[in-house]
Every structure is written in C-alpha cells, then in structure tokens.
C-alpha cells in the first residue's frame, strides 16, 4: 500500500468518512480524496494533522507494503523467540521443582482413569469426572500444569 490508501484504510478502519477526517484535521475534504487517491502527496504539516486526527503515527501512514512485510516477520520472529523463552521458563521451573508429570497432577488433585483406548475420565478436586478423548485430555493437563506453574513463577518473583 502507498500513503494514500493507507489514509483511507486507516479513516475507514476508524469509521470516517473523508468529510470527518477533513474536519478532524483541519484539512479540506477535497484535498483528503487527492491524498487517498494519490493526486496529491501532503505536506509534512498535513500528514502530521491527519496522523493526530486519525490518533496513529506518522509512520503508520507512511508504511509500504514491503516495510510492513518486513515488520510483520520480525513480529513473526520476536513471537517465536518469546514462545522458546516461555517454554525453556516452564521447563527450567519444572526442573527446579524435579517432579514428574504424575507429581504435578497430584498436586493439581487430577485423576484420569482411562475408559477406553481413546477417552479417558477426567476428574478435578474430587468432582465426578467428564469423559474427555485423548487430545481433549491432554489440552487440559496442560493448561492446568501452565497454571500452577506460572503461579509458582510469580511466588518466587515476589518472595
């Protein structure tokens, strides 16, 4: 995208119309429709009025298809990283903790009693227990060890 369809996206996005824009930023509707259509290029003065009327940065507006590809890999990229961090977080927590899975369920007051080779009971706190498949079974588990794992991180933050 170029600046001008940028602007329109942006002003739709926002629920404008170019007349609301042109109001907001102090700019005639006429010299709005240039811009989106890319007649006109504004002047650094007026992209700054329409970047504040729109409440988005400059370079928002300025933003080519190619840059935000490039941004969005490297949101992409940051994302990974972030997950890897979590992950080698839990585990180093896990292994501080030394306790193996069976541990970990135990403290949660999990019980799985297998019904078939597909579906298991799974049951919390002593409650009866709803049937759950495999993949179902282990989301669970997960969430739940996530949790009191994450728990255990922000009470040895704080302590």
């Not at 600046?3 to 119309?17: D, P, S, V």
């Not at 989106?36 to 003065?45: K, L, N, Q, V, W």
């Not at 940065?57 to 300025?62: A, D, M, S």
């Amino acid at each position: 995208m170029n600046l001008g369809e940028n602007i329109k996206k942006i002003r739709i996005e926002k629920n404008l119309k170019q007349k609301d824009l042109a109001e907001k930023s102090h700019i005639s509707s006429v010299s709005i429709g240039k811009y989106e259509r890319g007649d006109r290029i504004p002047s650094a003065e007026n992209l700054k009025k329409i970047a504040d009327a729109l409440v988005v940065p400059i370079e928002v507006l300025t933003l080519t298809d190619e840059n935000m590809k490039l941004i969005e890999k490297e949101i992409e990229e940051m994302k990974a990283k972030e997950l890897v961090e979590f992950a080698e977080d839990i585990q180093a927590t896990v292994d501080e903790y030394n306790n193996p899975v069976e541990d970990w369920l135990n403290k949660l007051d999990i019980y799985i009693e297998p019904i078939s080779s597909n579906d298991f009971r799974l049951s919390y706190h002593s409650n009866i227990g709803h049937i759950k498949n495999k993949q179902s079974l282990i989301d669970d588990v997960e969430k739940n060890i996530i949790s009191t794992i994450l728990y255990h991180i922000e009470i040895n933050k704080n302590e």
